[in-house]
């Protein structure tokens, strides 16, 4: 069965300084990888997403997640977090012609301290 | 576009009442998906729709939960008893199912329901 795992469930971080965030899935055939994030009361917004091709893919708000297969990771990164970036980050794992189901990590609590 | 609505945005009731939750999805988007957010349990699917069919619900929780999808602009998700245990972040979301881009959900906003 496919899973994924987010291993931080809190980071704290420094406004300005750099941030990435782990996203590891377990799953046998060629995913299809997302970043979502979820602000306070909100639902959940897509940062980006991976399907094939270029491995490291641009999101919104100066994110970019990188997949490494060997690794079956998808990290998100940002170099520089703003103080708007609090918030909490879901990964998210989809089979490649299958059905339409997406697989949500625990998600990561981002904290950013002034 | 107005996105994803969902109606109530926050319901609280007491235990042994029916509750519906509605949505409604972005227009030209052909399936819907039904949530439920914890803190124990995080995001878990619940069921989701094509076409206004129900495809998988595997994860709805016991029979008290059912969901429907009369046409392509609106579903209900009802609970019927409702129990403290129901408590959560209830969200809906939305895609066009087509091509690769289909796995690109919209949510809601959801809807904080309160289960006393």
């Known amino acids: 069965a496919q899973s994924v795992t987010q291993p931080d469930i809190h980071i704290t971080v420094s406004e300005g300084a750099s941030l990435e965030l782990r996203c590891n899935y377990s799953y046998g055939a060629t995913p299809y990888l997302f970043w979502y994030v979820q602000s306070p009361g909100q639902g959940l917004q897509l940062l980006l997403k991976?399907?094939?091709?270029?491995?490291l893919v641009q999101g919104i708000k100066g994110f970019e997640a990188e997949f490494k297969r060997s690794q079956s990771s998808f990290n998100l990164r940002k170099p520089s977090v703003h103080w708007s970036d609090a918030a909490e980050y879901f990964c998210?794992?989809?089979?490649?012609?299958?059905?339409?189901?997406?697989?949500f990590g625990k998600g990561t609590k981002l904290t950013v301290n002034p | 576009d107005a996105g994803v609505i969902q109606s109530p945005r926050h319901e609280v009731t007491e235990m042994g009442q029916e509750v519906t939750l509605r949505c409604k999805p972005i227009?030209?988007?052909?399936?819907l998906f039904w949530y439920r957010q914890t803190m124990m349990r995080g995001l878990e699917l619940l069921i989701y729709?094509?076409?206004?069919?129900?495809?998988?619900d595997s994860g709805m929780p016991e029979d008290r939960f059912s969901a429907k999808m009369p046409n392509a602009s609106f579903s209900t998700l009802k609970i019927q008893p409702s129990e403290p245990r129901d408590s959560a972040v209830y969200f809906c979301a939305s895609s066009l199912r087509g091509d690769r881009s289909s796995y690109e959900q919209y949510f809601g906003p959801g809807t904080r329901l309160t289960v006393t």
């Open positions: 991976y399907f094939s091709g270029d491995t």
């Open positions: 729709f094509n076409n206004n069919v129900p495809i998988d």
């Open positions: 998210a794992v989809g089979e490649q012609g299958g059905s339409e189901k997406l697989v």
């Open positions: 227009s030209g988007h052909n399936s």
